[in-house]
């Protein structure tokens, strides 16, 4: 019997979908599905809208995935072949950061944000263990200096504590009704906001380590929750890097909004913003109307698609 629904959790190897009348199967993806996406570590996402054939032990088969309104992708390691489909069909990709352990580094964030904004999904940050932050010499000063840097280029940025409880009421109202997916890096408190909004769902929350400052890897499968006022959050295995993929070149400036506002003024059409005379890029970083953090990251984004260039057409 075939059927619709939605992948409410996924490892990769397995899926849980959830039916239009609410019940909850366990998936297995048709062999010749898996071939299709063979540079992709997941060709089902949780997100995705699937066509299935039950069977008669309860089990199903995905058959098919509905064309994706859009989803957030990444490399799985640094110029690996092998790509990763995050979520897929999402009003919003919130990316949890921290400024102090683990520190999330403004690297990361760019790339997180240029990915979203070449597959068109609204972004927005979380700066998470605020309460750190407060108690730490000169905290409320980095808080501030990141915040202020990206609500500038215009992303929604707001801080927040899983201990104190502060932003917790502007999350909630920012969630509402969307589906969202949560990203970031391991230990900087993606699982402990979903239990902080969500009451009951006690998801596994990891300790950092002392020795790296880093998070366990408590979250091994992505995973899709109901938010009480409705809409759903989808809360994620924690990542180290995160690769950007099939960027063309000329289109990176695309996805770091100031950057490609002030590139309208470069002398040159196809100013690359990197070494041209008349560059108005370069004079704006000059100048600081451009932040270094993010120019460097436009850069080694460039770097990246040129030695990319070629070899890793679009796979889809
Ligand atoms: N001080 C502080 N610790 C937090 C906060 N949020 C999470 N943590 C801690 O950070 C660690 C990692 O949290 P977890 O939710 O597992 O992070 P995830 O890997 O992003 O899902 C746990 O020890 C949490 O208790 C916060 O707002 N403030
Ligand atoms: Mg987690
Ligand atoms: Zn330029």
Not at 1 to 17: A, F, L, P, Y
Not at 293 to 303: H, T
Request: with cysteine.
């Amino acid at each position: 019997m075939n059927e619709r629904g939605i992948v409410i959790r996924s490892t990769g190897s397995w899926q849980e979908v959830r039916l239009r009348d609410g019940r909850e199967v366990q998936c297995k993806v048709k062999g010749t599905m898996r071939l299709m996406g063979l540079r992709c570590t997941n060709p089902v996402a949780v997100g995705d809208v699937v066509d299935l054939s039950l069977r008669d032990d309860g089990t199903a088969l995905i058959a098919a995935v509905e064309p994706r309104r859009n989803y957030v992708i990444r490399r799985s390691s640094n110029l690996s072949r092998e790509f990763q489909i995050i979520g897929a069909n999402l009003d919003l990709a919130l990316l949890v950061v921290s400024l102090s352990q683990p520190l999330t580094s403004t690297t990361f964030i760019d790339r997180f944000l240029a990915t979203c904004e070449a597959y068109r999904v609204p972004a927005a940050i979380a700066i998470n263990k605020a309460d750190m932050l407060h108690d730490e010499e000169d905290g409320d000063e980095l808080l501030d200096a990141v915040a202020g840097l990206y609500r500038t280029i215009g992303y929604t940025v707001m801080a927040t504590s899983t201990v104190s409880g502060e932003g917790l009421e502007e999350l909630r109202a920012l969630l509402r009704g969307k589906t969202t997916l949560l990203s970031g890096n391991s230990g900087v408190g993606k699982s402990s906001l979903i239990n902080a909004l969500v009451p009951g769902v006690e998801l596994r929350v990891g300790r950092v380590s002392d020795a790296h400052n880093k998070g366990t890897h408590t979250t091994t499968f992505s995973e899709m929750i109901d938010l009480p006022g409705g809409g759903h959050v989808i809360d994620t295995p924690g990542v180290k890097g995160f690769g950007t993929i099939d960027f063309e070149r000329t289109q990176v400036a695309h996805y770091f909004p100031e950057i490609f506002a002030a590139g309208r003024s470069c002398r040159y059409g196809d100013c690359t913003h990197t070494h041209e005379p008349g560059c108005a890029v370069l004079e704006a970083v000059e100048r600081s109307l451009i932040a270094q953090s993010r120019y460097a990251s436009y850069l080694s984004i460039l770097e990246d698609t040129a030695s990319a260039d070629d070899k890793y057409r679009k796979p889809y």
